[in-house]
């Protein structure tokens, strides 16, 4: 099975972009979209934006016209450009593949936005 693995996260000011890139050790049969979730502590996960293979994007009502995702040609990659950061923003974000046996996860990446 194939492995997503997260980067870009870190710690930034409220106000500072941050660039996300998750990507698989392998091609993943049977994708159809790929996403990525948030869990700040103490808060269930939330969806922050899905891409399907088709380019199609979603994104979460807190993110709109801040956050872009978008999926590499390979379809082994996704990136989620965040811009306007805030401090409500700070949480592990993690990647997700979706496939027609199930979701893929990444491990996550701590985004810490404070001042």
């Known amino acids: 099975q194939a492995q997503l693995v997260e980067s870009g996260g870190g710690m930034v000011q409220p106000g500072e972009s941050r660039r996300l890139t998750c990507t698989a050790s392998t091609s993943i049969p049977g994708l159809y979209a790929m996403g990525w979730y948030r869990q700040a502590p103490g808060a269930q996960r939330e969806l922050v934006a899905s891409?399907?293979?088709?380019?199609?994007?979603n994104y979460g009502d807190s993110v709109k016209g801040r956050f872009t995702i978008s999926m590499d040609s390979t379809q082994r990659a996704v990136g989620l450009q965040m811009q306007s950061l805030k401090p409500e923003d700070t949480a592990v974000y993690l990647c997700a593949a979706y496939t027609a046996s199930g979701t893929v996860w990444g491990q996550g990446t701590q985004v810490t936005v404070s001042s």
């Open positions: 891409v399907t293979k088709n380019g199609l994007a």
